[in-house]
């Protein structure tokens, strides 16, 4: 399985890339499925099922639903259009995708919260139905939401692999595991971004890698400004108040004092990835890095690094992006990065491991380092649980995000201080991360059954 930099990182929007931007992807896709079918439909239904039932309220997964079947997208999501949307589709209980004529979908009858019937692929499950005229059934498909905005259908998860590469030509690189990685830079002289790049070059030439990647690094510079100027409440019910804005102004007034304690750089660190967590509950635009959730830590680590680290080069933020990437792709292909399949480990563990291997390698690390920085960081979030407070992505997630930026920068830190020899394998550490995750108690895989979600009074 091939996964580019541009699978692992997306433009999308929050709260959730499992439960937010895979429902909407999915409902796309159904669209373009009625789209190339013979059958002329009159109306459509939706059902979710185990942690997209569970959690999918918290999460706004009917939203994005209701949304996806009218014809919104993640990647061209325009949010001014968004409530008017919603309101008119309540109002006349029926969408307007394009290119579809108008079909019947009453989100109030046609939506249902299946709490009892979990589908058997994956926690994540959800069935769309197109009928006719008389209400029968004349289309159908099963779709999983796997984490970081990846749709499979029922068939696509039998056959097990979800980016189908036939036809395809080989890459240079076909690393699958951290050993491979390691193995293939040694042989090869090469640093990972470099040997990643190799292999995006086989799907699209330099100038749209490039473009690509400075538009990934812009959306999530402009998530962190926003986040930091947006004062205010965060929807959902819990009446958390943004604090990135506040914290920001006071860590600027506070700049340059000789009193300000050294530990403060982590404040810094929190505070971008706080601003990115709070745009990203607020439904805002993010970029998956490689979960919503988790998409702060990555962001704030590349910040800090722009604006603490005096060697910092803005011209190797593709560098970061890459290096992380082809450690993300070697986490999900091996384990997951899906909260609802393995916990919090694998959104923020996995968000921790590529931010801090981005930054061992521009900061000059032998690929040995970068290994050694990426298994640090991943095997102190070991064991981490997914228990969101009312199913909102909140609490624990937003300072969550802080504390894994601030461990991915000790972890990155602390390789580059060793040669990269290191008793734990970045592949032994994620084998762990999937072991322990499949012992993982149901209730702590993003359910809110468990954990701070049933100990902390909400309401
Ligand atoms: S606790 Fe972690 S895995 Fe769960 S929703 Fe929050 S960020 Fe995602």
């Not at 990182?9 to 159904?30: D, W």
């Not at 690094?217 to 958390?240: F, K, Q, V």
């Not at 108690?441 to 049933?454: D, F, N, Q, R």
């Amino acid at each position: 399985m091939y996964l580019s930099v541009f699978d692992i990182f997306k433009v999308g929007i929050g709260p959730s890339s499992s439960h937010t931007m895979g429902p909407m992807v999915a409902a796309a896709r159904f669209l373009d499925l009625l789209r190339a079918s013979p059958f002329q439909a009159v109306g459509l239904r939706a059902s979710l099922h185990g942690s997209l039932a569970f959690t999918g309220v918290g999460h706004a997964t009917d939203r994005a639903v209701i949304l996806g079947l009218d014809g919104f997208t993640p990647e061209h999501y325009d949010a001014s259009r968004a409530d008017e949307a919603l309101a008119r589709i309540r109002r006349e209980a029926r969408v307007k995708p394009a290119g579809l004529t108008a079909l019947a979908f009453d989100p109030a009858r046609d939506l249902i919260f299946d709490y009892e019937h979990a589908l058997p692929g994956h926690a994540n499950g959800m069935r769309l139905s197109a009928t006719d005229a008389q209400g029968d059934v004349i289309l159908a498909e099963t779709y999983y939401s796997i984490g970081g905005g990846f749709v499979v259908t029922q068939a696509e998860l039998e056959a097990g692999d979800s980016h189908d590469e036939t036809g395809r030509n080989p890459v240079p690189y076909p690393f699958l595991t951290a050993a491979d990685l390691l193995d293939m830079a040694r042989r090869s002289g090469k640093s990972i971004a470099a040997m990643k790049r190799a292999n995006e070059l086989t799907r699209m030439d330099a100038k749209t890698l490039d473009a690509g990647l400075a538009r990934l690094w812009h959306t999530m510079a402009d998530c962190i400004e926003r986040g930091l100027s947006t004062d205010g409440h965060l929807p959902g019910g819990l009446n958390i108040r943004r604090r990135a804005h506040a914290i920001h102004e006071r860590l600027k007034a506070e700049r340059g004092m000789n009193m300000t304690p050294p530990h403060t750089i982590n404040d810094w660190m929190s505070v971008y990835a706080m601003a990115v967590n709070e745009e990203n509950a607020a439904g805002g635009q993010v970029v998956t890095a490689p979960t919503n959730g988790a998409a702060g830590v990555m962001p704030a680590t590349i910040r800090y690094w722009l604006d603490h680290v005096p060697t910092a080069q803005p011209s190797r933020i593709g560098e970061f992006l890459l290096t992380a990437a082809a450690i993300g792709g070697i986490i999900k292909h091996n384990a997951s990065i899906s909260g609802a399949e393995c916990g919090c480990q694998a959104e923020v563990g996995s968000a921790a491991a590529m931010a801090a291997a981005g930054l061992a390698a521009v900061m000059g690390g032998t690929p040995e380092q970068v290994e050694n920085a990426a298994e640090i960081a991943l095997e102190h979030h070991l064991g981490m649980t997914c228990d969101p407070v009312k199913g909102l992505v909140q609490v624990p997630c937003i300072e969550r995000n802080g504390l894994g930026a601030i461990k991915a920068v000790s972890a990155a830190s602390l390789s580059l201080r060793g040669d990269g020899t290191h008793f734990v394998p970045l592949d032994a550490c994620i084998e762990t991360m999937r072991q322990t995750g499949q012992d993982m108690s149901e209730k702590y895989k993003e359910t809110a059954l468990g954990g701070l979600a049933v100990n902390v009074p909400n309401c």
